[in-house]
């Protein structure tokens, strides 16, 4: 089964960038459409982004469609979210997870496996 470890959260102020990281061990990173999720405090896990096993199709949730780029190297076997024009409502607890199949709805009950989550902090 694989494991997911999220890396590139930090504190950033609004309007600035960061690229959050998360590498696939124990498994074949291909096999996987990938998600991105985010929780904040107080506030249910709720969807951002996933990438579709090949990178041919991206879906994003509409607060950050335009801002957040979800990409994967599956030979590096790492997925990536590159987040810009942060602002403060993004603050939340980043995780990456793995589903053996496509979800059209992006319900985090769709993707089996689930990284520790990452800390990204906006500040105003």
């Known amino acids: 089964q694989v494991q997911l470890v999220e890396s590139g959260g930090g504190l950033v102020q609004a309007g600035g960038s960061l690229r959050l990281s998360c590498a696939a061990s124990?498994?074949?990173?291909?096999?996987?459409?990938m998600g991105w999720f985010r929780q904040a405090p107080g506030k249910e896990r709720e969807f951002v982004a996933t990438?579709?096993?090949?990178?041919?199709?991206?879906y994003y949730a509409g607060s950050v469609k335009g801002r957040f780029t979800v990409s994967r190297d599956n030979a590096k076997n790492t997925v990536y979210l590159q987040m810009n024009s942060l602002k403060p409502e993004d603050t939340a607890v980043y995780y990456c997870?793995?589903?053996?199949?496509?979800?059209?709805?992006?319900?985090?009950?769709?993707?089996?496996?689930w990284g520790q989550g990452t800390q990204v902090t906006v500040s105003s």
């Open positions: 997870a793995a589903s053996g199949r496509w979800s059209a709805t992006g319900a985090p009950a769709d993707f089996a496996y």
């Open positions: 124990g498994g074949t990173l291909s096999s996987y459409v």
């Open positions: 990438i579709s096993w090949n990178s041919d199709t991206k």
